[in-house]
């Protein structure tokens, strides 16, 4: 192309200047506004709109994998927003779904939102859906059965089915060697702190997000402050067999030499007797670990 | 002002010789062949696809034409040397450029009015809602077509018709991504990437504040003050860049 020469003068050129200056900074600061006018949380409650994934396939043509992947850039985005109510969670599996649905051998996805509905969101049975969905598209992936377990294990209290699905995940190619005696031992000793212990470690392992690790570490101590209940009511009920009354206090157990110490609390509270009944309880979490209360 | 008009109704007449407004009838065989290729559906699965496949069609096909017809406004009165019989009567550039502009915007205008009855006429047979919600979507979406034009018009002026067509639809797709872009850049640990996708965010027009077909089809609609404010966002964009326009054209040697 070829311009000729100024034909403005130097009025003409700050004038036109000036107002494209002005009309682009007017456009960028009403783009901040708009912008606040929908914040992030709108924003990902609209992904909750997404058509049904099997007429998305159609209308993206051949760029099945292409809208599955910007479906969940977006997706992923929102995920450990920890304001999100449990309710919000939901557009959460929808989106999984759906880019799911466009590519059913995207893994990654299963495990993220799988782990994300049933550690934080407190859906399992969503991250079931979704897993065993995974499970049939990619039968040789040996952690989807395994996060199936978890949700069965941990958030269902089902600990027959969850060895069903560690039976499944430990035959799998590059399954741990671990996976099959934890089945067992998980299946045997439904309830025991120490496999749900182990169980979590190996868990929080395959797990490469630090804030779900945390979680996990949270749960791990929860357990722990079951453990020590149960070893603390143990010694309750052996102070009653040995003086036919319950003890006042649980210092009582350490100075008639019935256990060693009393256990710190790992979740900073403190262990509290119940001198009426003789159960124990901590002062840092509300209640007892649902899986217990059997 | 009189010889803007001429110039718009000139390329709308223009336009409709081009025989545009057949796009029409491709929009009406989508929207009613396709629910009735889908038959095996549930009703309600049917009359969600009537609404989603509508507001998808008046976007697309109204994208198509404003890339497709807007990167030739300039190009082909440069081509068939039209333009020295233009500019050698008492038009200016500007006013040529603003025309050239208009008239295509009231083609396009011409187009979504046609399509709305159509539409809304599909829906109603289909027993689907009809609300307002879907007029603000469809709102928005012409202004994003506005704002499309307008950038087709603008490579227009300075690049040939295929790079126009090429920049205008990588900016298009830009546009829908950049506040996701910005998103994940914020995350990254490199400052340059963080303030690359920042202005990346910050020049491209954001096309994705003017779209609300998601929602709009599941029958949510959105504060009026947004709507109001994105469109102006959208027109600010478009005021910008028709001026832009003008300036390189101002430069043009014919």
């Not at chain 1, 466009?102 to 799988?114: E, I, R, S, T």
């Not at chain 2, 964009?237 to 430069?251: D, E, G, H, K, N």
């Amino acid at each position: 192309m070829s311009l000729r020469p100024l034909t403005w003068n130097l009025t003409g050129w700050l004038l036109a200047g000036s107002l494209l200056l002005a009309l682009g900074g007017a456009a960028i600061g009403l783009l901040t506004v708009v912008e606040r006018q929908r914040p992030a949380k709108v924003r990902a409650a609209e992904l909750s709109y997404l058509p049904n994934g099997e007429y998305l396939k159609v209308a993206v043509l051949g760029y099945r994998q292409l809208a599955a992947d910007v479906i969940w850039l977006q997706a992923v985005q929102h995920f450990g927003n920890r304001e999100e109510t449990t309710e919000g969670y939901l557009w959460a599996y929808h989106a999984a779904d759906v880019v799911t649905d466009l590519d059913p051998k995207f893994v990654a996805v299963y495990q993220a939102a799988g782990a994300i509905l049933g550690v934080w969101a407190g859906r399992p049975r969503e991250s079931i859906a979704l897993l065993t969905k995974g499970m049939r598209h990619n039968p040789e992936v040996w952690q989807l059965p395994f996060f199936v377990g978890y949700d069965y294990f941990y958030e269902l209290h089902d600990p027959v089915m969850a060895a069903q699905y560690f039976r499944i995940a430990s035959e799998l190619p590059g399954s741990p060697a671990y996976l099959p005696k934890l089945a067992a031992r998980m299946t045997v000793e439904a309830g025991d702190p120490d496999a749900a212990l182990e169980f979590l470690q190996r868990l929080s392992q395959q797990l490469q997000d630090e804030r779900l690790r945390e979680s996990l570490a949270q749960r791990m101590k929860e357990v722990m402050v079951e453990k020590d209940i149960r070893y603390l009511e143990e010694g309750v009920r052996r102070f009653k067999a040995r003086y036919g009354k319950l003890p006042v206090r649980l210092e009582d157990l350490v100075i008639r030499g019935i256990i060693s110490q009393i256990p710190e609390e790992p979740l900073g509270g403190v262990y509290k007797l119940n001198a009426a009944d003789g159960s124990v309880t901590s002062t840092g979490s509300r209640e007892r670990l649902r899986a217990y209360r059997r | 002002m009189r010889q803007v008009v001429v110039i718009a109704l000139n390329t709308f007449r223009e336009n409709l010789r081009d025989k545009i407004l057949y796009n029409l009838l491709f929009f009406a065989l989508l929207l009613i062949g396709v629910p009735v290729l889908l038959a095996d559906l549930t009703i309600m699965e049917h009359r969600k696809i009537v609404t989603d496949m509508g507001l998808a069609a008046i976007n697309l096909v109204g994208v198509i034409i404003a890339v497709f017809v807007g990167i030739g406004l300039v190009s082909k009165e440069i081509e068939r040397r039209t333009i020295y019989t233009i500019m050698a009567r008492p038009i200016r550039r500007t006013q040529f450029i603003l025309g050239k502009y208009l008239g295509l915007a009231l083609t396009l205008l011409v187009n979504v009015s046609i399509m709305l009855p159509v539409y809304f006429g599909t829906l109603w047979v289909y027993r689907a809602p009809v609300h307002g919600a879907l007029l603000q979507a469809i709102e928005l979406i012409f202004i994003e077509l506005l704002l499309v034009t307008a950038l087709a018009l603008f490579f227009s002026t300075f690049s040939t018709a295929t790079l126009s067509a090429t920049f205008t639809l990588a900016l298009y797709v830009i546009g829908h991504l950049s506040t996701d872009l910005k998103g994940i850049a914020e995350k990254s640990e490199s400052e340059t990437v963080r303030m690359a996708m920042k202005a990346v965010y910050y020049l491209c027009p954001n096309l994705e504040v003017l779209n609300m077909k998601g929602q709009a089809a599941m029958g949510v609609s959105v504060a009026w003050s947004y709507q109001a404010l994105a469109s102006v966002y959208g027109l600010l964009y478009v005021a910008l860049l028709i001026s832009a326009a003008c300036v390189v054209f101002q430069r043009r040697d014919f």
